[in-house]
Nanobody, 125 residues
């Protein structure tokens, strides 16, 4: 069984930064494509970023140039560095693990089979 535990959320002013972490249990972390999604109140869950086993990264247009996804396979951890935060970034952020490795990243929720419990990010104006 794979478990994901996110941390690092909080309240920050617009223009500030936060770093989210997602610790993953299980021995197959390095072979999985990982992703971050977010869900704002009243909205659908949306893709934020994905990283392949080899370190290729892909981003939603809304966060490109501001967010950076990375992974440390030795620590079974994936990160999301968020800079220049905007009020519209306010959401619950979820970490997700795919059952396999997608060479081109994974952009859709159905491509992931394990999810964390989410961490709240609130950006004040």
């Amino acid at each position: 069984q794979v478990q994901l535990v996110e941390s690092g959320g909080g309240l920050v002013q617009a223009g500030g930064s936060l770093r989210l972490s997602c610790a993953v249990s299980g021995r197959t972390f390095s072979r999985r494509t990982m992703g971050w999604f977010r869900q704002a109140p009243g909205k659908d869950r949306e893709f934020v970023a994905t990283i392949t086993w080899s370190g290729r990264t892909y981003y939603a247009d809304s966060v490109k140039g501001r967010f950076t996804i990375s992974r440390d396979n030795a620590k079974n951890t994936v990160y999301l560095q968020m800079n220049s935060l905007k009020p519209e970034d306010t959401a619950v952020y979820y970490c997700a693990a795919s059952p396999t490795s997608y060479s081109g990243g994974a952009y859709y929720a159905y491509e992931y089979n394990y999810w964390g419990q989410g961490t709240q990010v609130t950006v004040s104006s």
